[in-house]
């Protein structure tokens, strides 16, 4: 028996973001294992079909406030002239729960084009009379390609760095009124 993939659209109408339900964050090789970070202030929006997003560097999270200083510093996302990583979608592709969703992210003023991936829940009601449906999303990038250059050289000279990022989202958004 064969499967037919039917492509869907995303929900229509403006659903906003519930930032009390989701995250945004990313992992990045480090030395023997993952850093892992996250922003506690974003935002997030979809507009018949159009998702767009922003983190605040300055509200970036990890373990050490030494390391989230480092991180909004020149080397890093330089958060002083470049305080916001931004995304717009292109263009969507939902196949079932899977989606696809091309666009632009911005991160230390170079923009570059990037094809999140992940799922997607079909609306559903919640205990507050609005409906909602959730999207978990992640792409991979090269953060040389943004001015990220950083590193520190591991004694058998490798770079203790990935120049490979994962950048993660789980999002709730709920229909606006």
């Known amino acids: 028996m064969s499967t037919i993939q039917q492509t869907q659209a995303l929900?229509?109408?403006?659903?906003?973001?519930?930032?009390?339900?989701?995250?945004?964050?990313?992992e990045i090789d480090y030395m023997a294992g993952t850093f892992r970070g996250s922003f506690s202030t974003f935002g997030a929006e979809l507009v018949d079909g159009e998702l767009t997003g922003w983190a605040d560097v300055g509200s970036v999270q990890v373990k050490d406030p030494d390391l989230?200083?480092?991180?909004?510093s020149a080397e890093f996302f330089d958060a002083e002239r470049h305080p916001r990583l931004t995304f717009a979608s292109r263009e969507v592709e939902r196949t079932g729960d899977?989606?696809?969703?091309?666009?632009?992210?911005?991160?230390k003023g170079h923009t570059e084009p990037i094809e999140l991936r992940?799922?997607?829940?079909?609306?559903?009601?919640?205990?507050?009379?609005?409906?909602?449906?959730?999207?978990k999303l992640s792409t991979t990038v090269d953060r040389t390609a943004f001015g990220i250059e950083w590193n520190a050289p591991?004694?058998?000279?490798?770079?203790?760095?990935?120049?490979?990022?994962?950048?993660?989202?789980d999002l709730q958004l709920v229909e606006a009124a």
């Not at 929900?11 to 990313?26: A, E, K, N």
């Not at 989230?68 to 909004?72: D, I, K, V």
């Not at 992940?118 to 999207?135: Q, V, W």
């Not at 004694?155 to 989202?169: F, R």
């Open 11 to 26: 929900p229509t109408g403006t659903w906003s973001l519930d930032p009390v339900h989701s995250d945004i964050g990313f």
């Open 68 to 72: 989230e200083t480092h991180l909004q």
């Open 98 to 107: 899977e989606v696809a969703i091309a666009g632009e992210i911005a991160i």
């Open 118 to 135: 992940g799922t997607i829940s079909d609306p559903i009601a919640d205990p507050y009379g609005k409906e909602r449906f959730g999207l």
């Open 154 to 169: 591991l004694p058998s000279g490798e770079p203790a760095l990935s120049n490979d990022v994962t950048i993660v989202a």
